[in-house]
């Protein structure tokens, strides 16, 4: 994973990994429904330090979280929550899917919960602020702004592009008798 920091906040990150897709929205026990995210998979402990360092005018840096390890001897595992909003500043998010640029939207956004990922790059923007409850706490969040998604299509797709394909011709089947 490279990372490069941009204007205005913007965060560019190539080579990355996503981790806990909900393009969809669901709700699930670490989300509420109609809330998209992902979590974006920090493997090297220098950029998760870049990223909590790059502070805003509040003095809040990025939110990674860090997990324990599970097994002693284990790396703590570290991740960034990236949100995905379509209505107030929509992110262009662009799936390459078998040679096809596919656009991808709020209608559509679901396919990515499920598509095998061969590689992504996406730049992300934060948006900063103090929240609004009693503790009135300072805060910068993570949204996706740009993104590239290319898919990883298993070979007998790659191998099968563009051959007409029939469902189940009436001729498919020898007659028992033969």
Request: hydrophobic letters at 35%.
């Amino acid at each position: 994973m490279n990372i490069e920091f941009g204007p205005r906040g913007v965060v560019m990150i190539d080579d990355a990994i996503i981790t806990n897709r909900n393009f969809r929205g669901e709700e699930n026990e670490y989300n509420d429904k109609g809330k998209r995210n992902f979590s974006l998979l920090i493997q090297d402990e220098n950029i998760a330090n870049m990223l909590m360092e790059d502070k805003n005018k509040y003095g809040v840096g990025w939110n990674v979280k860090i997990r324990e390890p599970k097994n002693p001897g284990d790396k703590p595992s570290m991740y960034l929550k990236v949100n995905v909003r379509f209505d107030n500043f929509p992110p262009d998010i662009f799936l390459i899917s078998d040679g096809e640029v596919i656009e991808i939207n709020e209608n559509n956004a679901h396919r990515l919960d499920e598509i095998d990922i061969a590689s992504v790059n996406l730049d992300i923007r934060p948006y900063d602020g103090i929240s609004k409850g009693r503790d009135k706490a300072p805060f910068r969040t993570a949204y996706v702004k740009n993104m590239e998604i290319i898919q990883d299509v298993n070979r007998f797709r790659a191998k099968y592009k563009g051959v007409r394909r029939v469902e189940e011709p009436e001729d498919m089947f020898f007659d028992e008798d033969e």
